[in-house]
């Protein structure tokens, strides 16, 4: 379990470990999209081996002892810029059901206090269709959904979490044909960035159907959405 900061106005993001990981010295996340070009053990300074592939970076760390005994290891990664994601004036975007105040356009937009909502009389499955403005070898899906509800059941007084569970990932190169999920699963219930990986697929729309989310009710909310390029 861990969190991650960046420092504004920078490419250097500090990726925070609070529980090692149950599979030895290897840290696995997904990459955002972001291309990694330096890891280092902020404790130490020592640079660190790491792999990016399909979507997923790993670091090698030979040590968890500050984690353990200290309670945060911090590892720094520098990028070699902005995340590879189709531009959002590139997008355009729609869905089944919104709200009047709420609507899907507001994934687009940069205002974190605005944000979509498929209001109280929507019945699940949801569907959001993106469309690019050209064909493009897209990736993956970047969620960012409001920080409401706990991510443990029967946290003392919180709200239960109401955040996207249940989740499948079309593609199209017309918008009529979209064949078999890319992508279907259930999402975790985390706070921050959720990242739904793919493999590559030359695409001019995009559909997340939503059949679920963690408390059961028929809640969705999204402050953004991002296509993850090539």
Do not use: M
């Not at 529980?19 to 955002?32: F, H, R, V």
């Not at 670091?59 to 945060?72: A, T």
């Not at 009710?217 to 991002?226: A, M, R, S, V």
């Amino acid at each position: 379990y861990g969190v991650t900061t960046l420092k504004p106005g920078t490419h250097t993001h500090y990726v925070h470990v609070l529980a090692a990981p149950n599979n030895g010295g290897t840290l696995e996340l997904p990459d955002a999209g972001y291309i990694v070009t330096r890891a280092v053990d902020l404790q130490s300074g020592s640079a660190l081996s790491f792999e990016q592939k399909e979507g997923l970076l790993r670091i090698e760390v030979s040590s968890w002892d500050v984690c353990e005994f200290v309670g945060d290891q911090v590892i720094r990664l520098e990028t070699d810029g902005a995340p590879r994601v189709i531009p959002r004036d590139a997008i355009s975007i729609w869905a089944t059901v919104e709200s009047v105040e709420h609507p899907v356009k507001h994934v687009l937009n940069e205002d974190y206090e605005v944000y979509y909502d498929a209001g109280v009389e929507a019945e699940f499955p949801v569907s959001l269709t993106i469309r690019l403005q050209t064909p493009s070898i897209v990736k993956g899906l970047k969620l960012t959904q409001p920080e409401s509800g706990a991510v443990v059941a029967g946290t003392y007084r919180a709200l239960e979490s109401e955040r996207i569970q249940g989740c499948k990932v079309f593609v199209s190169t017309d918008g009529v044909e979209w064949g078999i999920p890319v992508f279907e699963g259930s999402l975790v219930n985390q706070r921050g960035l959720q990242v739904i990986r793919f493999s590559d697929q030359l695409a001019t729309h995009i559909r997340l159907e939503v059949s679920s989310n963690h408390k059961g009710t028929n809640k969705l909310q999204l402050i953004y959405l991002d296509v993850i390029g090539d």
